[in-house]
């Protein structure tokens, strides 16, 4: 079974901090992502790589960053939380010669 | 631009109440169609993978169908664990990013 965890189940940070989520796999994935899911507006990726230290913009990067130092861990940064960031953000990974997109449970984020 | 519009938004059903939810989509070249199911809270959980048109896959209750404009989840005799909101994404040859549907919340009373 494919397991992916993420740091954090409920994270509470103020605005203008740097916020940390991780994401990691234990199956050696290549290609790794990030959405957010809000209310009214269903998932939206935005960030995914397809290899260490590989990384390319989904639909909406702005606000974000990302890192992928080692195959197993994929971090979404967040230079200096804003309101609007609060969401439910959530990472996925897919194994090697499938197409299907495995979900970690997901990070609840507020920014007061 | 690749678009998935999901219908109902919302379906309330009866115990034993069959029904399908329906997923349209349009998409340059597909390379799949994939159905998720998302308890409140939680990660989407994988359902089916669909490839091409007239393939089926089953499971459970619950049996996906594809055509090529759009993909029926077909619910047989809901029972209320049946709740949950399903999630319809499609992805193109061209890349790797799921392009996601808003989803249908599903509830089934006892």
């Known amino acids: 079974d494919v397991k992916v965890t993420q740091s954090s189940r409920y994270l509470v940070k103020r605005t203008g901090e740097k916020v940390f989520l991780e994401c990691v796999q234990d199956?050696?994935?290549?290609?790794m992502f990030w959405y957010r899911q809000d209310p009214g507006l269903g998932l939206r990726l935005i960030y995914f790589?397809?290899?260490?230290?590989?990384?390319e913009k989904g639909d909406i990067p702005e606000g974000y960053s990302v890192s992928r130092e080692k195959k197993e861990r994929f971090s979404l940064i967040l230079e200096s939380a804003s309101t609007n960031q609060t969401s439910m953000y959530l990472c996925?990974?897919?194994?090697?010669?499938?197409?299907?997109?495995?979900f970690g449970p997901g990070t609840r984020l507020t920014v007061l | 631009e690749d678009q998935v519009t999901q219908s109902p938004e919302a379906l309330r059903l009866q115990e034993g109440e069959s029904s399908s939810l329906n997923c349209s989509y349009t998409v340059s070249g597909l390379r799949g169609l994939f159905w998720y199911r998302q308890d409140p809270g939680k990660g989407p959980e994988f359902l089916f993978t669909?490839?091409?048109a007239g393939e089926e896959k089953e499971k459970e209750r619950l049996k996906a169908t594809l055509t090529k404009k759009e993909s029926f989840l077909h619910i047989t005799a809901p029972k209320p664990e049946d709740s949950a909101t399903y999630l319809c994404?499609?992805?193109?040859?061209?890349?790797?990013?799921?392009?996601f549907g808003k989803g249908t919340s599903l509830l089934v009373t006892p």
């Open positions: 996925a990974t897919v194994s090697p010669g499938e197409d299907t997109q495995y």
């Open positions: 199956m050696d994935h290549e290609n």
């Open positions: 994404a499609v992805q193109a040859v061209s890349g790797y990013a799921l392009n």
């Open positions: 669909l490839y091409s």
């Open positions: 790589s397809y290899d260490v230290k590989m990384k």
